[in-house]
């Protein structure tokens, strides 16, 4: 059974650092990671999919790296600004458009 | 992409009754999901919703609980049966496609 853990739980930053949240899974036999953005009170907004064959994506401040072998992937976030405050989840899909299975999550506050 | 919505986007409801959720989805999609999550907790998978054929569950959770309703490739129904405090919970619909999986907006259910 596939188990994703992030860490660390909680992270509280002032504006303007660089900062990176890790996500590990168990069993790397994955076909895509993705990284989501949960605010308070909304649902899940998608902000990088990573397939089982590459390495990284990027999209704007945010960068995605997937080392399916070890079982890990980082979310790397520049320049760190108040409106990034947000729970961070990791999921990881078994097969295309399949179920995901999702991390605990990290609560990020980026405080001014 | 695709555009989800669900109906209610919230809901007090009373031990002992039930609620029915709806799920609605902008275009023909095969896989679609519901995801409970509970305060304070990341997103568990309750089961696969199959168009035209009973929903698949997963450990835990059970027909007579959660039944689900899949009419075509656009919508599906949960409902939450029989009411207790514990599943005070955010009900997530969600749709996979070959590129990434989208979640609706949820419903935020609170049961006295």
């Known amino acids: 059974k596939q188990e994703v853990t992030q860490i660390p739980a909680a992270l509280s930053v002032p504006e303007g650092e660089n900062l990176v949240l890790n996500c590990s899974f168990t069993?790397?036999?994955?076909?895509?990671l993705q990284w989501f953005r949960q605010d308070p009170g909304k649902g899940l907004t998608s902000l990088l999919l990573?397939?089982?064959?590459?390495r990284e994506q990027t999209s704007g401040r945010l960068n995605a790296s997937l080392d399916k072998s070890s079982g890990r992937s980082t979310l790397y976030i520049a320049a760190s600004q108040p409106g990034d405050s947000a729970t961070y989840l990791c999921a990881v899909g078994e097969t295309s458009g399949s179920r995901l299975t999702f991390g605990e999550g990290t609560q990020l506050t980026v405080n001014p | 992409s695709a555009v989800i919505s669900q109906k209610p986007s919230r809901d007090i409801c009373q031990r002992g009754t039930s609620l029915t959720i709806q799920c609605q989805v902008d275009s023909q999609v095969t896989m679609m999901f519901w995801y409970r999550q509970q305060p304070g907790q990341s997103l568990t998978l309750i089961a696969t919703a199959n168009q035209g054929s009973e929903a698949t569950y997963e450990s835990g959770f059970v027909i007579d609980k959660f039944p689900i309703s899949r009419p075509n490739l656009t919508f599906s129904t949960l409902t939450v049966s029989n009411m207790s405090p514990e599943d005070s919970s955010i009900y997530l619909c969600s749709v996979g496609t070959t590129e990434t999986q989208y979640f609706g907006p949820g419903t935020r259910l609170l049961v006295l």
């Open positions: 990573i397939q089982s064959s590459q």
């Open positions: 069993d790397s036999a994955i076909y895509n």
